[in-house]
Structure formats: C-alpha cells, structure tokens
C-alpha cells in the first residue's frame, strides 16, 4: 500500500488485535504479505467474507478514493468526501493468490450496479478495486474482463467497477471493525449476481 492513515496525526483510533482471528490490524505485517483493498458496497458484509479463506492474514475496514484526510463515517456517508467503504486485505500470497481474492470479490457482489449496491445507495457503497502494484493490477484487469463475459451470458450489464492503485487507506471507526462477528444479528446488504466465475475459455 502507497501509504496508511497511521501516519495521519488524526488517525482513527482502533484495535491493534483483529477481533476474529487475533491478528495485527495495523502495520508492520509480516513479510512477504501483500496488500489489497475492495469495495463492494456495505462494509461490514464485505469483511467478513474474507475471514475464512485461508492465507489471509488480516482485515480492516476503512475509507479510500476520497479528497478529505481522515473521514468519519458521517462525513462519508454524505457522499461530499468521494471516498468509498473497503476492506484492506493482508495476505500470504504463498497461500492464497491475489485472483483467488478477486473470484471472491467478483462473485460476493453485483460489480454492475454503479454508485449503489443492493439497497444501499450513495457513492460509498460503489465497486472498486484498488491495487498496490502492477501486478495486481493486471490481476484486476483480466478478472474482470474473464467476469465480464460471465456476466453477459447471464444477461448482465457493463461491470462498472473502478480499478485504480491505492492512494491512502483511512482505517473506519472501531465500532466498524469486525462488526458482524461482533453483532451476528447485524445487518448485510451484500448480494452477489448467482453468477459463477470462471476463466476465459474454460
């Protein structure tokens, strides 16, 4: 990652231990992990759906692809800001690949919804992608043109997820993190399309 909030003097204040599976929430991670961020509308939904998958190391909610350093959920959510809610993913890409997160990514979400997802409405809640390096920038690509065609056989639209490299990750508020295995009951607009990834030719 380009650069994180911690070294924001008015970063937001939050657990250094990641409440379901005891990691660090917050940098140095160990070596050899690789860093990516996902928006695929509401947050809370979004981060849970990477906690069981083996070789990812930790994950963090928070806001990027905005204009204003360090943004309360409330400045967000008025959509002023630009940024969007996503998931910071540290991963060992010695056990799981950046393409294995991303068929996760394409296959928990409607990638084609614009600046909403489900119900949730506001440039906030819009797909994104948003890489550390070239090579997961090609990952991004190529996963999303292989989905694209997944998606028109299913009668689909245009995927109109933005893939960018990352500028600077702002962590959410506590409350934020982990916050369905926190509260079970809560609430999870995520929604995929029921379309299955698969690769190009396959």
Not at 82 to 94: F, I, S
Not at 105 to 111: I, K, L, M, R, V
Not at 124 to 139: E, K, T
């Amino acid at each position: 990652m380009n650069e994180l909030s911690e070294d924001n003097s008015a970063e937001m204040i939050i657990s250094a231990m990641h409440f379901v599976n005891g990691s660090d929430m917050k940098p140095p991670f160990p070596a050899h992990h690789k860093q990516l961020v996902l928006g695929m509308g509401c947050f809370w939904g979004a981060e849970k759906c990477f906690w069981p998958i083996p070789g990812v190391y930790t994950t963090a909610v928070g806001y990027i692809g905005g204009k204003n350093p360090d943004p309360s959920y409330q400045q967000v959510c008025t959509g002023l800001t630009g940024h969007n809610e996503a998931v910071l993913l540290v991963y060992d890409e010695h056990r799981v690949s950046t393409n294995e997160l991303l068929i996760r990514f394409w296959e928990s979400h409607d990638p084609t919804q614009g600046m909403r997802q489900g119900n949730d409405r506001g440039s906030q809640y819009r797909s994104g992608i948003y890489v550390d390096d070239d090579a997961q920038m090609q990952s991004a690509l190529t996963s999303r043109d292989n989905y694209q065609m997944c998606l028109n056989e299913g009668g689909f639209s245009k995927i109109t997820t933005e893939i960018l490299m990352a500028d600077v990750f702002y962590y959410a508020e506590e409350y934020h993190q982990q916050y369905l295995a926190k509260n079970p009951a809560g609430y999870c607009g995520l929604g995929g399309t029921h379309i299955r990834y698969r690769e190009s030719g396959a």
